[in-house]
């Protein structure tokens, strides 16, 4: 009998492994800076973003979605909508630089996706902005625009304003090299919602809750369409919120298809979305239960991802003062239901280390650095593995990886690329066990560290991974002997010899 509880344990160790590859997303909200910035500054701004990233890529995260439309107002120069006022303190003052641009280039030399975040039907706040060069929407369309407790709102009945905002997100795609976009509030507000006058001149007759749904969802499979025919690879995705149907009659549940006239389960039955990230904001134990609703996304996903959200926010006394141990299960079960990945809301919770979140994914949950999965309904060709490995000494004291690239028939070289090193032939590059380093990047750095060296032959392979994520065949091998010789701890790479002194690397004439 005492063998059960080991059995019991083991198997829970089995479904909840970390997979070689899930995502590990974070929101970082811009709004009322929340997440960021926290300074002002070209400067300021810059290192802070470093520090932010250096911070995630520490605890394994692979991608981030970034508020860069957070109230009709961006992150980036446009010719449309003014910048954030998150950025100098004052709407549509420039900041001095690019902060999308300077987001992206900074999260690609580590290896992160970075997804815009941007807040689609939902525009500004109480009163009226200021006026900016270029105008605010609610001041230079008003006529598109309807005020909603307290909030401004593009109205989706009228079909200027899906071509307003398509004609905006295109001017961010064709502009940046973008992994993703986060659509969020791509629905209505409420049910209350007043767009009577619009719906008398649009309505054509229909039902009106229909009516307003399928003024979302033209705006969703135009966008797609739109978005993919120019950059096939770019991943398209929302978070549509984590209810779709509630019966509630009561409202204390906001079921997003009656009361927002958000059918997001259609947009992935007719596969205008790659990804979902519901924002599943409620715990195991109480209704709605949260991995009751995962299951029913997942049943639903029609093969495309599921990012399940994490209320992170929630261990807050003031939220609902959750344990940390809630955040664990929900992980736990994220993995055993089988979704393709986690996204943590929001950055704060992390960099405050709320109840202990950040260490608790740091040194336990995303323990092992993960890849980011394939969209396997789209290019799904292998490149071409590195060619010609080779082991410098630099500096006296460390071994530096370089390689070359082989010819692809891939029109894009490959960006990113993953190390192995194992002491057992053939390397295993499925799974966790012999992973050095994931997603460096084009250019990276990459030192081995000779401590993880065995005694005997240690064997080191390179794999390229395409912008879909696809990774190639391994290279071939690059062997590193670690050995006694002459009583001296010795390193041969090729025909070089590396002797270990005072922790340090020298090369040794032996002959």
Same mark, same amino acid.
């Given at each position: 009998?005492?063998?059960?509880?080991?059995?019991?344990?083991?198997?829970?160790?089995?479904?909840?492994?970390?997979?070689?590859?899930?995502?590990?997303?974070?929101?970082?909200?811009?709004?009322?800076?929340?997440?960021?910035?926290?300074?002002?500054?070209?400067?300021?701004?810059?290192?802070?973003?470093?520090?932010?990233?250096?911070?995630?890529?520490?605890?394994?995260?692979?991608?981030?979605?970034?508020?860069?439309?957070?109230?009709?107002?961006?992150?980036?120069?446009?010719?449309?909508?003014?910048?954030?006022?998150? &950025?100098?303190?004052?709407?549509?003052?420039?900041?001095?630089?690019?902060?999308?641009?300077?987001?992206?280039?900074? /999260?690609?030399?580590?290896?992160?996706?970075?997804?815009?975040?941007?807040?689609?039907?939902?525009?500004?706040?109480?009163?009226?902005?200021?006026?900016? =060069?270029?105008?605010?929407?609610?001041?230079?369309?008003?006529?598109?625009?309807?005020?909603?407790?307290?909030?401004?709102?593009?109205?989706?009945?009228?079909?200027?304003?899906?071509?307003?905002?398509?004609?905006?997100?295109?001017?961010?795609?064709?502009?940046?090299?973008?992994?993703?976009?986060?659509?969020?509030?791509?629905?209505?507000?409420?049910?209350?919602?007043?767009?009577?006058?619009?719906?008398?001149?649009?309505?054509?007759?229909?039902?009106?809750?229909?009516?307003?749904?399928?003024?979302?969802?033209?705006?969703?499979?135009? &966008?797609?369409? =739109?978005?993919?025919?120019?950059?096939?690879?770019?991943?398209?995705?929302?978070?549509?919120?984590?209810?779709?149907? /509630?019966?509630?009659?009561?409202?204390?549940?906001?079921?997003?298809?009656?009361?927002?006239?958000?059918?997001?389960?259609?947009? &992935?039955?007719?596969?205008?979305?790659?990804?979902?990230?519901?924002?599943?904001?409620?715990?195991?134990?109480?209704?709605?239960?949260?991995?009751?609703?995962?299951? !029913?996304?997942?049943?639903?996903?029609?093969?495309?991802?599921?990012?399940?959200?994490?209320?992170?926010?929630?261990?807050?006394?003031?939220?609902?003062?959750?344990?940390?141990?809630?955040?664990?299960?929900?992980?736990?079960?994220?993995?055993?239901?089988?979704?393709?990945?986690?996204?943590?809301?929001?950055?704060?919770?992390?960099?405050?280390?709320? =109840?202990?979140?950040?260490?608790?994914?740091?040194?336990?949950?995303?323990?092992?650095?993960?890849?980011?999965?394939?969209?396997?309904?789209?290019?799904? /060709?292998?490149?071409?593995?590195?060619?010609?490995?080779?082991?410098?000494?630099?500096?006296?004291?460390?071994?530096?990886?370089?390689?070359?690239?082989?010819?692809?028939?891939? =029109?894009?070289?490959?960006?990113?690329?993953?190390?192995? &090193?194992?002491? !057992?032939?053939?390397?295993?590059?499925?799974?966790?066990?012999?992973?050095?380093?994931?997603?460096?990047?084009?250019?990276?750095?990459?030192?081995?560290?000779?401590?993880?060296?065995?005694?005997?032959?240690?064997?080191?392979?390179?794999?390229?991974?395409?912008?879909?994520?696809?990774?190639?065949?391994?290279?071939?091998?690059?062997?590193?002997?670690?050995?006694?010789?002459?009583?001296?701890?010795?390193?041969?790479?090729?025909?070089?010899?590396?002797?270990?002194?005072?922790?340090?690397?020298?090369?040794?004439?032996?002959?």
């Amino acid at each position: 009998m005492k063998i059960l509880p080991f059995i019991l344990i083991l198997f829970s160790l089995i479904i909840c492994a970390q997979p070689k590859n899930e995502v590990r997303a974070v929101w970082i909200a811009t709004a009322f800076n929340l997440d960021w910035p926290t300074s002002h500054g070209v400067n300021n701004q810059k290192n802070e973003i470093k520090n932010i990233l250096d911070f995630l890529k520490e605890a394994h995260f692979n991608t981030i979605y970034l508020q860069v439309r957070a109230r009709g107002d961006l992150l980036y120069p446009s010719s449309i909508e003014p910048f954030a006022k998150s &950025l100098t303190g004052k709407l549509g003052k420039n900041p001095g630089y690019d902060p999308l641009k300077y987001f992206i280039q900074e /999260s690609h030399k580590r290896g992160i996706e970075l997804h815009a975040w941007w807040n689609v039907y939902k525009v500004f706040g109480k009163g009226l902005p200021e006026k900016t =060069k270029p105008y605010h929407i609610v001041l230079a369309n008003p006529e598109l625009c309807k005020y909603f407790k307290n909030e401004w709102w593009l109205d989706p009945g009228n079909p200027k304003s899906n071509k307003y905002l398509i004609k905006l997100v295109m001017e961010m795609v064709t502009k940046y090299d973008l992994d993703g976009i986060n659509l969020d509030y791509m629905r209505y507000p409420d049910k209350e919602f007043d767009d009577d006058s619009t719906y008398q001149i649009y309505g054509e007759g229909k039902v009106k809750d229909k009516w307003r749904r399928e003024n979302v969802n033209k705006f969703v499979t135009e &966008l797609y369409d =739109k978005i993919i025919s120019i950059k096939p690879n770019l991943k398209i995705g929302s978070s549509p919120l984590g209810i779709y149907k /509630s019966e509630d009659t009561t409202y204390t549940l906001f079921g997003a298809y009656n009361r927002a006239s958000q059918d997001s389960k259609k947009w &992935l039955l007719f596969k205008k979305q790659d990804y979902i990230s519901p924002q599943l904001f409620w715990n195991i134990d109480s209704l709605p239960k949260y991995d009751i609703l995962l299951k !029913e996304w997942i049943s639903n996903s029609n093969g495309r991802h599921v990012i399940a959200g994490v209320a992170a926010y929630k261990l807050l006394p003031e939220f609902k003062n959750w344990k940390i141990t809630e955040i664990s299960a929900q992980i736990d079960s994220i993995r055993k239901i089988g979704a393709n990945g986690i996204s943590i809301y929001r950055l704060t919770m992390l960099r405050n280390n709320v =109840k202990g979140i950040y260490q608790l994914l740091k040194n336990d949950k995303f323990r092992y650095a993960a890849g980011v999965p394939v969209n396997n309904w789209k290019d799904t /060709s292998k490149p071409a593995p590195p060619k010609n490995i080779k082991i410098k000494l630099i500096e006296n004291q460390n071994l530096l990886v370089e390689w070359e690239l082989s010819k692809s028939k891939l =029109k894009k070289t490959p960006s990113y690329f993953n190390i192995y &090193l194992s002491n !057992e032939l053939p390397v295993d590059i499925s799974g966790v066990k012999n992973i050095y380093s994931l997603r460096v990047s084009k250019g990276g750095v990459v030192f081995i560290n000779k401590n993880v060296l065995s005694f005997g032959n240690n064997y080191l392979t390179i794999t390229s991974l395409s912008d879909n994520n696809v990774e190639s065949k391994r290279s071939k091998y690059l062997i590193i002997r670690k050995k006694k010789l002459l009583g001296l701890t010795v390193l041969q790479v090729n025909s070089k010899l590396y002797y270990l002194n005072d922790q340090q690397l020298s090369i040794k004439n032996f002959q």
